[in-house]
C-alpha cells in the first residue's frame, strides 16, 4: 500500500490521558500535515512538518499537543491530559514539497476521550 | 471567521443528471483550489483542482470552474454516478506547501 498511513485507527482514551497518534507519509513525500476534523466540520489544519523540522503550527492549540516528524519513522501527533473536547477524527496529510499543491490523505485517527 | 464556504449543507440530485456544487472563499491571498470527496470513516480523496490563473479545469465527468472576481467556484459532475454520493470539500491553499483551509462540506446524494 502505498498510500498514506495512519495508526491507530481508533484510540480511545480517558480524560487525563496521552494519546500517541502515527503517520507515515506517501512514498517519495517529504511534507507532512495533521488536520482536525470535529463533528458536522471541515477539516481544520494544525501543524505542517518535514523532516526534523516543524514549518507552521499555527493551527495547534497552544497547550497539551504536539507534533514531531523525525529522520527515521513516523510523524507522530501527541495530545497530553487529554479532554472530552480532543474528540475527533485527526487525519495526516502528505505531499512531494514545496511545487505540490495536492495533498494526499490517511484514513485519519479517531479519538474519543472518556 | 470561515474563509472558505459551502453555503449547502447538502444536494440530492438524480442519477445521470449534472451535479454542481458550489464554494465561496473571503481570503484573496488563496491562488490555488481543490475540491476533495470524502466517505464515511475514511479519508478525503484528491478530485481536481485549480490555479488562480486558470477559470476552468476538466478531468473526465468532473469540471471545476473558477470566477476570481467573485471569489466563487464549483465542481460539476457531468453525468451522476450512485457511486458519486459523498462529501465533497473545496479547499484552499495560499501558495507553496502551506496547509490548506478547508469548507464545511456539502453531502451529495445522488438519486437512482
Known amino acids: 500500500n502505498a498510500g498514506v498511513m495512519q ?3 481508533h484510540l480511545v482514551r480517558r480524560r487525563g490521558q496521552e494519546a500517541r497518534l502515527r503517520c507515515s507519509p506517501m512514498k517519495g513525500h517529504s511534507h507532512v500535515y495533521w488536520y482536525r476534523q470535529l463533528p458536522e466540520e471541515g477539516l481544520k489544519f494544525m501543524v505542517y512538518l518535514q523532516k ?3 514549518i507552521d503550527e499555527s493551527g495547534m492549540p497552544k497547550e497539551r499537543f504536539s507534533a514531531e516528524f523525525p529522520k527515521e519513522g513516523p510523524s507522530i501527533l501527541r495530545i497530553q491530559q487529554v479532554v472530552r473536547g480532543d474528540s475527533a ?5 502528505s505531499s512531494r514539497g514545496v511545487s ?5 490523505f490517511g484514513p485519519g485517527t479517531r479519538l474519543t476521550v472518556t | 471567521d470561515q474563509q472558505v464556504k459551502q453555503n449547502s449543507p447538502s444536494l440530492s440530485v438524480q442519477e445521470g443528471r449534472i451535479s454542481i456544487l458550489n464554494c465561496d472563499y473571503t481570503n484573496s491571498m488563496f491562488d490555488y483550489f481543490l475540491w476533495y470527496k ?8 484528491f478530485l481536481i483542482s485549480i490555479s488562480s490563473i486558470k477559470d476552468k ?4 465527468r468532473f469540471t471545476v470552474f473558477l470566477n476570481k472576481s467573485a471569489k466563487h ?3 460539476h459532475i457531468v453525468p451522476s454516478q450512485p457511486g458519486d454520493s459523498a462529501v465533497y470539500f473545496c479547499a484552499a491553499s495560499k501558495g507553496g506547501a502551506d496547509g490548506l483551509t478547508f469548507g ?3 453531502h451529495l446524494i445522488i438519486q437512482p
Do not use: V
Open chain 1, 7 to 9: 495508526n491507530p485507527r
Open chain 1, 52 to 54: 526534523e523540522n516543524i
Open chain 1, 89 to 93: 477524527a485527526y487525519f495526516c496529510a
Open chain 1, 100 to 104: 505540490s499543491y495536492e495533498q494526499y
Open chain 2, 38 to 45: 470524502k466517505y464515511p470513516a475514511e479519508g478525503p480523496t
Open chain 2, 57 to 60: 479545469n476538466e478531468d473526465g
Open chain 2, 73 to 75: 467556484l464549483s465542481l
Open chain 2, 104 to 106: 464545511k462540506g456539502t
